[in-house]
């Protein structure tokens, strides 16, 4: 782990890269064979053994980012989730996962946990408490996913960590909004972290990745169900990960302060009238948020008042688009009821303090004024618009 005493940057733009011997160049070359003579018996290298040389220098610089042991690099975010999560459980086995879950991994223990005989609760909140209160018999893992989505909810990590231990359960993280760079749960005592790579550590929403860091043992155990699972990623795309994680620092920083910004901005704005955003002295867990973080991430999530409507906000946007997906160096907008939380009932979003009005806001790099500006402008226009229909 000599990586781990390098600087997050240096980590990022250096460790895991391939050296050019034959011409020198400044990255690492990019091998897309798929076949690789036999140096001897132990190493047979081939994409689908996760082991190609893009592969596997990608895997050590995730790993440092980590301080993990080791890491996997996978074709999607739920490729290493769904992989992670049946490495360490079979028929007859309970898992216990946060009641705020990513619309994928909810749908994938919903979906098709009950087949393979795999028993599943959810928990009523987020306090570690919330996880204390499912564990049964036959538990053998815990999934948390801190900040959560789309509320931003903040679990105590090491809380959840030390509950695990104490069942003798594996504690397994899906990292994805903090990413690397704000929250290195391995600290905290957590066995497994997930990354949907899609999102930070790709960062120009032009790449789908997962990827997972844990010990040397959980990582072969791990390593065993994914070459039989088959999700690994092409060395391509591996190459265009490596290049991204580069600026990952420089970027999710850029992000966290823009965030930041723009919490600021609507929290104080007289036409919101929630905002959800763990930098916030207002938010409900932001003690814990910077116990746990080293930054508040670019997520953020905030209402507009009742007499707003909120889809035609977000058509009014012009600098900010829609988008389904988060994380680029674009700021997006979406509506969790419309699009990621569409299929959950409205009682259940309620249960869950979704609102229909609820924007999620992914922050960008772009200039904080500009950003501001497009919303300023988005509001006038809803107002505009309201004032229309008034005088009919
Ligand atoms: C996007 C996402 C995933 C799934 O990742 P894919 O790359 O889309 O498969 C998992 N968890 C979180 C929190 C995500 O945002």
Redesign the pocket.
Known sequence: MAANNKGLNTICTHTGELEDKQHKGAVSPLYMSTSYAFEDVDVKRYPRYFNTPNQEGLCLKVAALEHAEAALIFG??????STSLMAFLRAGDHVVLQQTL?G??YNLVTEEFSKYGIEFSFTDGWDAKDFADKIKENTKVIYV?TPS?PLLTITDIEAVAALAKKHNVISMI?N??ASPVNQNPIDLGIDVV??????YMGGHSDI???AVASSKEHMERIFHLAKNFGGSLSDYTVWLLERSIKTMGIRVRAQNENALAMAKFLYTHEDIDAVYYPGLPSHKDHELAKRQMKGFGGMLSFELKPSLDSSKFQKSLKLIKSSM???GVESTVLSPTQTSHALMSPEVRAEQGIKDGLIRFSVGIEEVEDLIADIEQAIASVKKSNLVYSNN
């Open positions: 999607s975010g739920m490729a290493a989730v990513y994928g991994t996913e989505n899906d994805t909004f997930i990354h949907s790579a899609t999102k789908c990745a997962g997906s988060l994380a």
